[in-house]
């Protein structure tokens, strides 16, 4: 059996980690294992899943509570004390920069995977692009969710080169598929019976939008008086959102579910999906909504990998009265055949990243026979 450490932030829900989760759940975990190294030392929600797959989790301090010197020094440490991986799969950015050379010198190959398309605003923003170009040059894979997730992380040359891979975050198309029997229970559980439900799946973050999200459904509840909106997931700005759901007089309209690990099953409760992300590298939960059979409104600054079908509609996130206008009363859609042409099923990710992690194992067998 051959082990890959898996490097992120954290062990709960997101993005990133549902990409990786999905792939891990996939692979032939008898051939392959994953273990994973954060900068989260309390318990991740994700922890008791890969531990039962056969994962080994690990944590380290974060940069910011050591500073680069002791950042450098606590990876050298840590490498020199394990020896069972020939690859590392990095979904960090910034920080990867200061343990790429070091995995390197230790002898293994190293592959980074870009999930976004920029940093967040401000000053900090320009300091992650600047700690973060050194990735260019420093790993030896590169793997992008998305065309525009690839190239802003590594540059037109390592996109195009050999050693960059699009792998899309894929998912396990049977696990969406549309269920009247779980959607009559999961609607009257939540009380939705009767309901309109539009929903959003997502992490409460400032790339998500939520704010201009809750404009456009305070339209949506003038043109459709008895309809609900769903946000599933929590962040940040769970206690702002919860103050403009209050503002707005929305407090008996909009639910807030946290974060959840039945998303495939609330999906079924919902009638539609809208997604108004600032910035995405490729939103899954839209995939995910799709597979599930629901009509997609979303922001035209999203990537085009996830216009799958025509049941996804593209708008301007400047217009809260067009999004209104726009979604129009649902019908269920199915589109299996869609996802799966545009290569968004687990299975064949999980063959192309296998792929990738042989063809690291053999450069890490040639670095450490030099």
Not at 22 to 44: K, M, P
Not at 146 to 163: H, Q, T, V
Request: aromatic share 10%; hydrophobic share 40%; proline share 4%.
């Amino acid at each position: 059996m051959r082990r890959v450490l898996q490097y992120i932030g954290s062990l709960n829900r997101g993005g990133a980690q549902s990409a990786i989760l999905n792939l891990y759940r996939e692979i032939d975990r008898r051939e392959w294992q994953f273990d994973f190294v954060d900068h989260d030392s309390s318990a991740g929600e994700l922890d008791d899943e890969i531990r039962a797959m056969g994962g080994h989790i690990y944590h380290l301090p974060a940069l910011k509570e050591t500073g680069p010197f002791h950042f450098v020094s606590n990876w050298k440490s840590f490498f020199s004390s394990h020896y069972e991986w020939n690859v590392i799969h990095s979904h960090m950015r910034t920080t990867a920069s200061f343990m790429l050379p070091v995995a390197k010198n230790a002898g293994l190959a190293t592959i980074v995977h870009s999930h976004s398309t920029r940093n967040d605003g401000g000053i900090k923003a320009a300091f992650k692009d600047i700690l973060q170009y050194p990735i260019r040059f420093e790993s030896d894979f590169f793997v992008g969710c998305s065309s525009e997730a690839g190239r802003w992380l590594f540059g037109e040359r390592a996109f195009n080169s050999d050693r960059y891979l699009y792998l899309p975050n894929a998912i396990d198309i049977d696990r969406y598929a549309f269920d009247e029997n779980i959607r009559s229970r999961l609607r009257g559980q939540l009380g939705l019976d009767g309901k309109l439900v539009f929903g959003h799946v997502g992490r409460l973050h400032e790339s998500k939008n939520h704010g201009f999200l809750i404009e456009v459904f305070k339209e949506l509840k003038k043109k459709y008086p008895n309809s609900i909106l769903l946000l599933v997931g929590d962040g940040p700005l769970h206690g702002q959102i919860e103050c403009t759901i209050e503002a707005e007089g929305l407090t008996d309209s909009v639910v807030l579910l946290g974060n959840r690990s039945d998303v495939p099953e609330l999906l079924q409760a919902m009638d539609a999906f809208v997604f108004p992300s600032k910035w995405e590298g490729l939103p899954v939960s839209v995939v995910e909504a799709l597979a599930s059979g629901l009509p997609c409104y979303i922001s035209d600054t999203l990537t085009h990998d996830v216009d799958i079908c025509d049941a996804v509609t593209r708008l301007p996130i400047d217009d809260s009265g067009l999004w209104a206008a726009s979604i129009s009363l649902p019908c269920r859609i199915n589109a299996r055949h869609d996802i799966e042409a545009a290569g968004f099923d687990i299975h064949d990710s999980a063959r192309k990243l296998v792929d990738l992690y042989e063809r690291a194992e053999r450069l890490a067998s040639e670095r450490n026979c030099r």
